[in-house]
């Protein structure tokens, strides 16, 4: 059984930094791709930045910047933090054996002004 846990998330101020991170458990699998989706109230999932098995990152913004810290542990740094930052923030995890995708139960992040 795969297991994604987030940690890092809480209330910024406006224009702040914010670090989550994810670690990944269980198994077997293989990473295809790690990274992370968000969810804002009313709003479709979206994805934040995500790494390849390749090594490629794809980043929505600049302000997001992730880091692969190991195999199975991922985080991503937010910069310049706007309200509309505002969201759920989820970890995913696609398995290339089987091409199934694994989410964590996500992380609450709320940015004020």
């Known amino acids: 059984q795969v297991e994604l846990v987030e940690s890092g998330g809480g209330l910024v101020q406006s224009g702040g930094s914010l670090t989550l991170s994810c670690a990944v458990s269980?198994?077997?699998?293989?990473?295809?791709?790690l990274g992370w989706y968000r969810q804002a109230p009313g709003q479709q999932r979206e994805m934040v930045a995500l790494q390849f098995s390749d090594g490629s990152t794809f980043h929505e913004e600049g302000r997001f910047n992730l880091t692969r810290v190991n195999a199975k542990t991922v985080s991503v740094q937010i910069d310049r933090m706007k309200p509309e930052d505002t969201a759920v923030y989820f970890c995913?995890?696609?398995?290339?054996?089987?091409?199934?995708?694994?989410w964590g139960k996500g992380t609450l992040v709320g940015v004020w002004s």
């Open positions: 269980g198994g077997p699998f293989t990473i295809y791709s």
């Open positions: 995913n995890m696609e398995d290339r054996d089987d091409g199934r995708k694994y």
